[in-house]
């Protein structure tokens, strides 16, 4: 075997580190292409060719797929990991040597000063292998890979699905591509999904936290945003108009920390909601007031659907617009003049359903497809400049805050009640604890974001349709294969090495962890599932 040894394994992980493929960039569109051909090399894809498939993820980007089939069962496990990695930009001087883990290490000797205390003591111990995307997650990919061999050579009475995206840092583009392709080979081979196994790295809940994680699910992400659409005046004249920070100012208090969307279960709870990124719309300098800007939320989820957190949302803006009208009110009062109007609340897919009232479908469509064609636009750009572009028809309606989804959007999911992820659980706990001495401590809810939020959804669940209705950008420019993901029924468990400081300059892998106990307990996990 290739990849089956400590040695082999950690000269696979230096080598797939070494075809950088940071997301947006040239190696990332290279790297399933790399991949294939590594994966050639095992004769059983020489003969079964059409077991590994390129699913295109747009931008020349692809997602790779590679099937091991048993002949004698129909049972499979899904193995999900990205190989995109974040930015190097913090390596300043040492850029070349990111994808480079033992060199870089070795290099870091030299400097140790420079580096965290923690970080010392890691590389002073030798047991830790520097490099960006070591962590996060090309040693997940390598595990992956290394399954996937010894099933062939000792033919598994089991099915093994490796699934590698591209994009995960950015949009998630490369799994939100992967859930048809995965529907398609089910179809194809005559699969039964029984199990999605990510191996995301094990990630610390605090700083300095030693502690060994497993997942039975992971953490949703949405982003709440808002267009605010006052009215302008001159610099001069300030009572003439109302300005879009005006408004912003009220929503963006009432929506920071705000307990409303703080979720709990299982005893984990969400970080609070804050403001991401503000926006002027406002093109110059100028005294003329700016009439629009506008706002996205950052808000984690873990059992609410898109549509509950409409509710909450678009209760909250309310309440902040009431507050921000008798605010004014108070001021017109003072200064003896007259408000401009009310300030409403309107949800998009009412501000849409307005617009294609007043203009037409026509016009819309026309309108939509001017600001979905702008390439230096990003997918948030253009729902904000969709919704503006809108308002700018449809000034009957102002001053107004427009409130919408902004991409992207990763529904939680998660399996701690299921009796088979709860065993799967039980005894990874138990052969760590056994033959390493680890203790593995679970947790329900991914903290880091994984591509497992597009698997398994809740089937009853009909959240997303208020989410397409409310997201300026649905279909061209951003979607979500729902409901393909509720064809994909099978529970999540993510088991990962063991590393620390993900996105960080010390991004480093604990190498007994990714050598060693990993790969023993991935073994036994699968094997506990044979026919
Ligand atoms: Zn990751």
């Known amino acids: 075997m290739k990849w089956n040894e400590p040695g082999k394994l950690e000269d696979l992980i230096c080598e797939i580190v070494g075809w950088h493929s940071r997301t947006g960039t040239q190696g990332e569109i290279d790297f399933p292409h790399k991949l294939q051909d590594k994966l050639l090399e095992l004769d059983y894809f020489q003969t079964n060719r059409s077991h590994i498939q390129l699913h295109d993820a747009k931008e020349e980007r692809n997602t790779l797929t590679a099937l091991y089939k048993s002949d004698v069962t129909d049972k499979t496990i899904v193995l999900i990991s990205h190989f995109d990695t974040v930015h190097t930009e913090e390596f300043g001087a040492l850029g070349d040597l990111a994808f480079d883990p033992r060199t870089l290490t070795e290099v870091f000797k030299e400097r140790i000063d420079e580096l965290p205390e923690d970080a010392q003591v890691d590389l002073q111990s030798g047991e830790y292998l520097f490099g960006r995307g070591t962590m996060d997650m090309k040693m997940g990919l390598v595990l992956h890979m290394h399954l996937l061999e010894q099933a062939i050579v000792e033919q598994w009475p089991i099915n093994l699905l490796l699934v590698t995206v591209p994009d995960e840092e950015v949009n998630s583009s490369g799994m939100r591509a992967a859930v048809g392709g995965l529907n398609e080979i089910r179809e194809t081979f005559g699969l039964a999904y029984e199990l999605f196994l990510n191996s995301e790295p094990s990630f610390s809940q605090q700083a300095r936290d030693d502690n060994y994680y497993i997942y039975s699910g ?139 009232q007043k203009l037409g479908e026509e016009a819309v469509r026309v309108i939509k497809q001017d600001v979905f064609t702008c390439e230096d636009l990003d997918e948030r750009e253009k729902s904000i400049k969709l919704a503006d572009e809108l308002m700018l028809h449809c000034q009957e309606l102002a001053p107004a805050t427009v409130i919408f989804f902004a991409p992207p959007y990763y529904p939680a999911v998660n399996d701690s009640d299921d009796p088979f992820i709860q065993d799967k659980i039980q005894m990874t706990q138990n052969i760590l604890k056994e033959k390493f001495a680890v203790d593995a401590k679970q947790i329900h809810y991914f903290n880091g974001i994984s591509d497992l939020s597009y698997v398994n959804y809740a089937e009853h669940d009909n959240g997303w349709k208020a989410y397409k209705e409310n997201t300026p950008t649905w279909g061209d420019v951003y979607s979500i294969p729902f409901e393909g993901m509720q064809q994909l029924q099978a529970p999540v468990l993510n088991v990962g090495p063991f590393g620390k400081d993900a996105h960080q300059l010390t991004e480093r892998l604990h190498k007994e962890s990714a050598f060693v106990q990993t790969p023993y307990v991935l073994r036994k996990i699968i094997e506990s599932m044979f026919a």
């Open 218 to 356: 992971t953490i949703g992400k949405i982003m709440p945003a808002a267009l605010f659409y006052g009215k302008e005046t001159h610099a001069g004249e300030p009572l003439n108009g109302v300005t879009g920070h005006f408004l912003a100012s009220h929503l963006t208090k009432m929506m920071e920390f705000n307990p409303a969307f703080e979720e709990v279960a299982y005893g984990e709870k969400t970080p609070l909601p804050v403001c991401l990124k503000t926006y002027d719309l406002k093109q110059d300098y100028s005294t003329q007031t700016s009439h629009h800007t506008a706002a996205l939320y950052n808000v984690f989820v873990l059992k609410r659907s898109a549509a509950e957190v409409m509710d909450i949302y678009h209760r909250v803006a309310t309440e902040a617009m009431e507050e921000c009208q008798r605010h004014y009110e108070a001021i017109c009062a003072r200064e003896e003049t007259e408000p401009i109007g009310t300030i409403q609340v309107i949800r998009y897919g009412q501000l849409e359903e307005h617009a294609i």
